[in-house]
């Protein structure tokens, strides 16, 4: 039978800004949980966090978008929100955007990522949970882990890899998927996902079996709420190893800290930052963005593990280069390309501003040299 492992994730509060939650929020969900794998609801489950985002990874036999698995996280969400609203916590359910559950968190606030697989002999599993960043910011790991034999020397040396793997591509905006392959699309899929806040890879497939290789979480909170409220924060799952890309294939193109959208108030470009669980907190800037690995083997459904991935000083260089870049983007304050571009800034105040200003905007010709300050002021 199928097992499925579902990541659902939300931030629902933290302490002192948007750095991380409370331990009791992560013990409410715990609970929660724990009452569900006693029931026989979920088989297994581990809950932590990155950043202000409670994740929630959970294993069971339901399938994919089951009501019973998306409701309780849904729970678990609530009561870790009751908590935060006790302890007088920072934005308090901030990604719960609606007040009832209707069956289905997708397009609710929480970010989802679902992969049901058919346990091979042995199934090790890589998930992935980032903080003030979006979900196209896995475009660019995803792709090297699946498509860059200069990443993934299994492209060319494993023969069950060599045929290459299928992209799901995802436009957020208009809400369709168009299934790609590679290497012969290569160029056609890049020429996509190199617009990651549009374009998102969604789910990777081997080409030789149409083994689900990859999953990545899509929710895009802005679009969905229709105003700011942060950024999405996403989760990917990536099976390795055994006619996959192997683990440390699929943790390379982590070494390069790559720009995303996201950091402060959602609206900054910076370096996405691997590191180990402990360091799973944003400071600097509210960041800057952060991912971690966990790494599991799967068994009957049960998760095995987690091993944390980036704890290691393999990736300190990978660190060190992260803060050198960090400063670097932030010297340039409110300019672009450290600020956004102002079609991501349509969920800020930058729309206000405008709006403030337009009967101010007048053309060149008409605009009269100004003496004094009161001329100014009098508009
Ligand atoms: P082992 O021989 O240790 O299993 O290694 C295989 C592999 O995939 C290394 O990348
Ligand atoms: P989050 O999406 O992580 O809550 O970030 C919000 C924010 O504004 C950070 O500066
Ligand atoms: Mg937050
Ligand atoms: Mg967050
Ligand atoms: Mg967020
Ligand atoms: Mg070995």
């Known amino acids: 039978d199928k097992i499925t492992l579902s990541i659902i994730k939300a931030d629902v509060g933290s302490i002192a800004g948007h750095h991380m939650p409370h331990p009791d929020q992560l013990a409410a969900a715990t609970k929660i949980l724990a009452e569900a794998k006693q029931k026989d609801i979920i088989i297994d489950f581990y809950v932590t966090h990155v950043g202000d985002d409670i994740q929630l990874i959970m294993t069971h036999r339901k399938g994919v978008d089951h009501p019973d698995i998306h409701g309780l996280a849904w729970e678990a969400f609530k009561s870790a929100t009751k908590v935060a609203k006790e302890l007088k916590l920072y934005a308090a359910g901030q990604d719960l955007l609606s007040e009832a559950f209707s069956g289905n968190v997708r397009g609710m606030g929480p970010g989802v990522a679902e992969l049901e697989m ?33 990443n993934t020397a299994g492209l060319v040396i494993d023969p069950k890899m060599h045929d290459g793997f299928i992209f799901e591509v995802y436009d957020v905006f208009e809400g369709r998927s168009v ?10 899929v890049l020429a996509l996902i190199g617009t990651p806040g549009r ?12 083994l689900l290789a990859a999953v990545v979480s899509v929710e895009r909170l802005n679009l969905t709420a229709g105003r700011y409220v942060g950024k999405d924060d996403p989760v990917a799952i990536v099976r390795a190893q ?49 991912i971690i690995a966990l790494g599991w083997n799967i068994s009957k459904g049960r998760l095995i593990g987690p091993v944390d991935l980036f704890d290691d000083v393999a990736f300190d260089e990978t660190r060190r280069l992260a803060e050198m870049i960090a400063e670097y983007m932030r010297r340039h304050g409110p300019f672009m390309p450290h600020r956004l571009g102002p079609e991501e800034m349509e969920y800020t105040t930058l729309p206000s501003v405008l709006e403030k200003l337009k009967d101010r905007f007048v053309k060149t010709e008409e605009v009269k040299v100004v003496k004094k300050h009161s001329d100014l002021l009098s508009h």
């Open 199 to 210: 374009y998102i890879v969604r789910r990777v497939y081997r080409k030789s079996d149409n």
């Open 118 to 150: 058919e346990e091979r002999e042995a199934e090790p599993v890589i998930t992935f949970h980032a903080d003030k960043t979006e979900p196209g910011a896995f475009n660019m790991p995803i792709y090297r882990i699946f498509a860059d034999p200069f």
């Open 242 to 290: 055994h006619g996959l890309p192997a683990v440390g294939e699929v943790l390379e193109p982590f070494s390069f800290p790559h720009l995303v959208a996201g950091w402060m108030r959602g609206s900054h470009h910076g370096p996405l930052m691997p590191v180990p669980m402990r360091y799973a907190k944003v400071t600097r800037f509210d960041g800057p963005p952060r």
């Open 179 to 188: 299934l790609m392959k590679t290497p012969e699309e290569s160029y056609d």
